[in-house]
């Protein structure tokens, strides 16, 4: 018993010690899960910079390839999705016809496999590995077993406005509440796949973050929960609370309680500590009704947050791409279909 109260401290001390370093992009992300398949997603986006956000619904049938030259991954969307771009040039976060969510939180810690761009191996930029999952795939089953057997070299660039690299891990959720988390650690591709991996956010890698999480689990939730901005911490409440709030198929409180939970998990607007530029304020969430397939985008600035029904929109191939701007914090209120305006699509970063 000594041994595991000891292990248990050592574990807590590294977890107040890990770097922070990339809290500079800071994200959580939490799946609730409610009775009769009530599954919602809601996410995050900490920034220390603007990212110029817009909502996009993307059709069926749109030609897309990986943005890296001659070996570059083709494909056609199979399912037409709503996305928030990133810079328009990054699928940040999103959500597909048949209920798929994928989201990108950044992880310093990402390596990629080595790209040689006169090989023979398919490859793809990170601006589009979360759009690959929305455009081809309805189930995490799916995702995971085909992106497994069928790999594509994932290739990075600089962030704009950097000079660094973008590092990401990816998350996916689907509509019966299946969760996997993908990583380049080491440039070797790690999957977490179970349905209980319902919590990411930045560093550490997510095998420490399962450590993190059994820890906490083993004490009273209601009594300990550690209340700063940095990852580690964020985990350890969503984590918390995902489970501690109602659980309910009454998709109001079900959306009221999977808001509450990613607000709790946010960083205050505006928030500067001085010695520490690492922490980022929250600049949007997004919280995805995976039942329901609505999509709710909240502006801490505009206060209320707005929606697109998924249902109601049209994907099918003759439709044309659709944009709602967001970039300026234009004000909408609640049901916004009717505010989107036929757009070019934005270019996908890549080499």
Same mark, same amino acid.
């Given at each position: 018993m000594k041994r595991?109260?000891?292990?248990?401290?050592?574990?807590?001390?590294?977890?107040?010690?890990?770097?922070?370093?990339?809290?500079?992009?800071?994200?959580?992300?939490v799946v609730y899960k409610g009775p009769n398949n009530t599954i919602i997603t809601a996410r995050s986006m900490d920034w220390k910079d603007d990212i110029m956000p817009n909502l996009w619904v993307f059709p069926r049938g749109i030609e897309?390839?990986?943005?890296?030259?001659?070996?570059?991954?083709?494909?056609?969307?199979?399912?037409?999705?709503?996305?928030?771009?990133?810079?328009?040039?990054?699928?940040?976060?999103?959500?597909?016809?048949?209920?798929?969510?994928?989201?990108?939180?950044?992880?310093?810690?990402?390596?990629?496999?080595?790209?040689?761009?006169?090989?023979?191996?398919?490859?793809?930029?990170?601006?589009?590995?979360a759009q690959y999952m929305l455009d081809n795939y309805a189930t995490v089953k799916e995702a995971v077993n085909d992106f497994t057997k069928n790999p594509i070299v994932m290739v990075t660039d600089k962030t704009p406005g950097r000079t660094t690299l973008a590092t990401v891990h990816l998350s996916i959720s689907d509509a019966i509440? %299946?969760?996997?988390? *993908?990583?380049?650690?080491?440039?070797? #591709?790690?999957?977490?796949?179970?349905?209980?991996? $319902?919590?990411?956010?930045?560093?550490?890698t997510y095998e420490k973050q399962l450590a993190i999480r059994d820890y906490w689990a083993a004490l009273p939730g209601n009594q300990v929960l550690p209340g700063t901005g940095r990852s580690q911490d964020r985990f350890t409440r969503a984590s918390y609370y995902a489970t501690a709030v109602e659980q309910t198929d009454d998709i109001m409180v079900a959306t009221g309680a999977a808001f509450s939970i990613i607000r709790n998990c946010s960083v205050p607007y505006g928030v500067h500590i001085e010695n520490q530029p690492n922490l980022s304020s929250t600049k949007w969430r997004a919280v995805a009704d995976q039942k329901n397939?609505?999509?709710?985008?909240? %502006?801490?600035?505009? *206060?209320?947050?707005?929606?697109?029904? #998924?249902?109601?929109?049209?994907?099918?191939?003759? $439709?044309?791409?659709?944009?709602?701007?967001?970039?300026?914090?234009?004000?909408?209120?609640?049901?916004?279909?009717?505010?989107?305006?036929k757009s070019e699509p934005f270019k996908f970063l890549g080499l």
């Open positions: 595991v109260k000891l292990w248990g401290a050592k574990l807590l001390l590294v977890a107040i010690l890990l770097p922070i370093s990339s809290d500079i992009y800071a994200c959580t992300r897309r390839n990986g943005e890296v030259g001659k070996t570059s991954a083709k494909w056609k969307s199979k399912y037409g999705s709503v996305i928030v771009s990133a810079f328009d040039a990054a699928t940040a976060d999103g959500m597909n016809e048949k209920g798929l969510v994928s989201n990108i939180l950044w992880l310093e810690e990402s390596q990629y496999p080595n790209f040689n761009p006169n090989g023979k191996e398919k490859a793809m930029s990170i601006a589009l590995w509440g %299946d969760n996997a988390i *993908l990583e380049y650690i080491d440039r070797k #591709l790690n999957v977490y796949h179970d349905p209980s991996y $319902t919590v990411l956010t930045n560093s550490p397939l609505i999509y709710y985008y909240e %502006d801490p600035i505009t *206060l209320s947050p707005l929606w697109l029904d #998924l249902k109601q929109i049209d994907f099918s191939e003759k $439709t044309t791409v659709r944009k709602l701007d967001v970039s300026k914090r234009q004000q909408y209120f609640g049901l916004a279909n009717t505010k989107l305006t």
